[in-house]
């Protein structure tokens, strides 16, 4: 009988590697699928109902492959992206076929997949419940929804019923357990701004609570910063259809500034569309990230990793290695590493840094303005194999202290924004930016660049007004690095890294200013 016992538990410990499923305490594993989505041909064309179910169907056949592979690796839960499964480019009248009927309510309890007869019209909803149930997995997708309003409602559209780009999350026994209203419509016309913003999150029992937002949501207060802030959240999922903007708004780039800045974890799905800009997912935690970016090829991408679970008392390295530094410098609080010979420091009570130069150091570094991001920057160049740098706008100064480890022939420049960004959405931004430019001259400075060989090491810091600063750090072929050390010091925010991992095209301070939109 021993014998027998002993076997059994030996099965089931050779079951659970096979299944993936052995995982570390305070882990769990988590899956996000970037989606090529097989779109129609011409989305503002009226069609009926089962035309559109079947499009849809051929993009909900493929979740559901991901799904069962992403259960086989041992993943807890799966995010898929925003527009994956109805595609984007529709008018009103266009994607209302392809709309679900979903209750956002609290109150009602309801599985698809096993209640379908409930309501009308949630072909969707019920395939994407059994996936969650046939796989065991928590499962997050995007979709549009409609839901019937009165006219005596001050916000119903005129139509009589809204249309909302929806985000939906299922438990792994298929139980609809969230729903999410996107709330900043990026040029979204088909659909409708619910009339408060959603602060939506679902309990699992891995990795405690989740919270939801999309796309566009993360450049904004309401309602990603006031749902992370007012429940204390630490774990994200986020599907996007999000088109990358260099140098400062690729998806990968400020998916882990966001993880970073807010001490979470991100579990981003985007959409796969490189002839439109469109890729970009990962699965981030404060200080590492399992990413996906290829403008290159065609396809969907599965990323599978097993990620700690954050919790309200987690720390980082960084943030141990800031605790370390304070008690080492009280006097003079340094940004420097022990790499470079300059020191800028701020000394108590000062405001401003005290500039220690070595004699002989001073160079002229001419001001000149370039277009980055379609905001007017001002620029100093970056020359020579070291130097220090200051530059101002309105209220914000920007300080770089710079070591090269050889010197290549590549231009880059140190460049500030205080003002509000007005192209492709109205928000206010405080920035610090070390960019790599496209070519030799001052012009090109804020151009979109993916290839650098520089290795710099450096110290980028700010008089930022905003608490809300997003760190950036992105190397050459869109990959990411880390910094050493970054915060706050004397209402100054910095960050600092010796010798990038590969060649550096952008180090940058991006804030938020939530007030001044």
């Given at each position: 009988m021993v014998d027998l016992g002993w076997k059994l538990f030996i099965c089931f410990f050779c079951y659970q590697v096979v299944s993936g499923r052995v995982k570390r305490e305070g882990h769990y594993i988590a899956a996000v699928y970037e989606h090529e989505s097989i779109l129609s041909p011409n989305p503002t064309a009226l069609v009926d109902r089962q035309s559109a179910l079947e499009l849809m169907g051929r993009n909900l056949d493929i979740y559901e492959q991901q799904a069962v592979a992403a259960a086989r690796q041992g993943a807890q839960i799966i995010v898929f992206p925003e527009d994956g499964i109805h595609g984007f480019n529709f008018t009103r009248s266009s994607i209302y076929p392809y709309l679900d009927f979903v209750l956002h309510s609290q109150s009602v309890k309801w599985n698809p997949c096993r209640e379908p007869y409930l309501f009308n019209d949630t072909e969707v909803l019920q395939r994407l419940s059994c996936m969650a149930?046939?796989?065991?997995?928590?499962?997050?997708?995007?979709?549009?929804?409609?839901?019937?309003?009165?006219?005596?409602?001050?916000?119903?559209?005129?139509?009589?019923?809204?249309?909302?780009?929806?985000?939906?999350?299922?438990?792994?026994?298929?139980?609809?357990?969230?729903?999410?209203?996107?709330?900043?419509?990026?040029?979204?016309?088909?659909?409708?701004?619910?009339?408060?913003?959603?602060?939506?999150?679902?309990?699992?029992?891995?990795?405690?609570?989740?919270?939801?937002?999309?796309?566009?949501?993360?450049?904004?207060?309401?309602?990603?910063?006031?749902?992370?802030?007012q429940y204390n959240l630490k774990q994200i999922v986020y599907p996007t259809a999000w088109m990358n903007q260099l140098p400062l708004l690729s998806a990968v780039e400020f998916q882990q500034a966001f993880a970073t800045a807010f001490n979470i974890n991100i579990l981003a799905a985007n959409i796969h569309h490189p002839t439109l800009g469109m890729t970009g997912s990962g699965i981030y935690t404060p200080v590492k990230s399992f990413i996906y970016h290829n403008m290159e090829s065609?396809?969907?991408?599965?990323?599978?990793?097993?990620?700690?679970?954050?919790?309200?008392?987690?720390?980082?390295?960084?943030?141990?290695?800031?605790?370390?530094?304070?008690?080492?410098?009280?006097?003079?609080?340094?940004?420097i590493g022990t790499?470079?010979?300059?020191?800028?420091?701020?000394?108590?009570?000062?405001?401003?840094?005290?500039?220690?130069?070595?004699?002989?150091?001073?160079?002229?570094?001419?001001?000149?303005?370039?277009?980055?991001?379609?905001?007017?920057?001002?620029?100093?160049?970056?020359?020579?194999?070291?130097?220090?740098?200051?530059?101002?706008?309105?209220?914000?100064?920007c300080y770089l202290n710079y070591r090269r480890a050889v010197l290549t022939d590549e231009l880059y420049a140190l460049g500030v924004f205080d003002g509000l960004h007005t192209v492709h959405g109205t928000y206010y931004v405080q920035a610090?930016?070390?960019?790599?430019?496209?070519?030799?001259?001052?012009?090109?400075?804020?151009?979109?660049?993916?290839?650098?060989?520089?290795?710099?090491?450096?110290?980028?810091?700010?008089?930022?007004?905003?608490?809300?600063?997003?760190?950036?750090?992105?190397?050459?072929?869109?990959?990411?690095?880390?910094?050493?050390?970054?915060?706050w010091k004397n209402n100054h925010y910095f960050i600092s890294k010796n010798r990038t991992s590969f060649g550096l095209l952008t180090a940058a301070l991006y804030g938020r200013w939530y007030e001044k939109d």
């Amino acid at each position: 009988m021993v014998d027998l016992g002993w076997k059994l538990f030996i099965c089931f410990f050779c079951y659970q590697v096979v299944s993936g499923r052995v995982k570390r305490e305070g882990h769990y594993i988590a899956a996000v699928y970037e989606h090529e989505s097989i779109l129609s041909p011409n989305p503002t064309a009226l069609v009926d109902r089962q035309s559109a179910l079947e499009l849809m169907g051929r993009n909900l056949d493929i979740y559901e492959q991901q799904a069962v592979a992403a259960a086989r690796q041992g993943a807890q839960i799966i995010v898929f992206p925003e527009d994956g499964i109805h595609g984007f480019n529709f008018t009103r009248s266009s994607i209302y076929p392809y709309l679900d009927f979903v209750l956002h309510s609290q109150s009602v309890k309801w599985n698809p997949c096993r209640e379908p007869y409930l309501f009308n019209d949630t072909e969707v909803l019920q395939r994407l419940s059994c996936m969650a149930l046939k796989n065991k997995i928590f499962l997050v997708a995007n979709l549009g929804t409609k839901q019937p309003c009165e006219h005596t409602d001050p916000h119903c559209p005129s139509d009589g019923r809204y249309q909302f780009n929806t985000n939906v999350a299922f438990n792994a026994d298929g139980m609809l357990v969230a729903t999410y209203r996107k709330h900043n419509l990026y040029f979204e016309y088909a659909f409708d701004t619910p009339p408060e913003p959603d602060y939506k999150f679902f309990d699992t029992p891995f990795a405690g609570k989740f919270g939801m937002f999309t796309c566009f949501d993360i450049l904004f207060f309401e309602p990603a910063v006031s749902l992370i802030r007012q429940y204390n959240l630490k774990q994200i999922v986020y599907p996007t259809a999000w088109m990358n903007q260099l140098p400062l708004l690729s998806a990968v780039e400020f998916q882990q500034a966001f993880a970073t800045a807010f001490n979470i974890n991100i579990l981003a799905a985007n959409i796969h569309h490189p002839t439109l800009g469109m890729t970009g997912s990962g699965i981030y935690t404060p200080v590492k990230s399992f990413i996906y970016h290829n403008m290159e090829s065609y396809g969907g991408k599965l990323i599978v990793a097993e990620i700690p679970v954050i919790t309200t008392d987690y720390k980082t390295s960084v943030e141990s290695n800031e605790n370390v530094r304070e008690n080492l410098h009280h006097s003079c609080k340094t940004f420097i590493g022990t790499s470079l010979d300059d020191q800028v420091c701020f000394k108590d009570g000062e405001e401003t840094p005290s500039r220690v130069p070595k004699k002989g150091n001073e160079q002229f570094f001419p001001v000149f303005y370039s277009e980055m991001m379609y905001d007017n920057f001002t620029f100093v160049p970056v020359w020579g194999e070291k130097g220090e740098l200051q530059v101002c706008a309105n209220t914000l100064c920007c300080y770089l202290n710079y070591r090269r480890a050889v010197l290549t022939d590549e231009l880059y420049a140190l460049g500030v924004f205080d003002g509000l960004h007005t192209v492709h959405g109205t928000y206010y931004v405080q920035a610090c930016a070390l960019v790599k430019c496209g070519g030799l001259n001052f012009s090109t400075c804020g151009e979109e660049v993916t290839r650098a060989t520089a290795l710099i090491d450096f110290q980028l810091w700010g008089n930022m007004s905003t608490p809300y600063i997003f760190p950036l750090l992105l190397t050459s072929g869109i990959t990411l690095d880390f910094a050493d050390h970054m915060g706050w010091k004397n209402n100054h925010y910095f960050i600092s890294k010796n010798r990038t991992s590969f060649g550096l095209l952008t180090a940058a301070l991006y804030g938020r200013w939530y007030e001044k939109d």
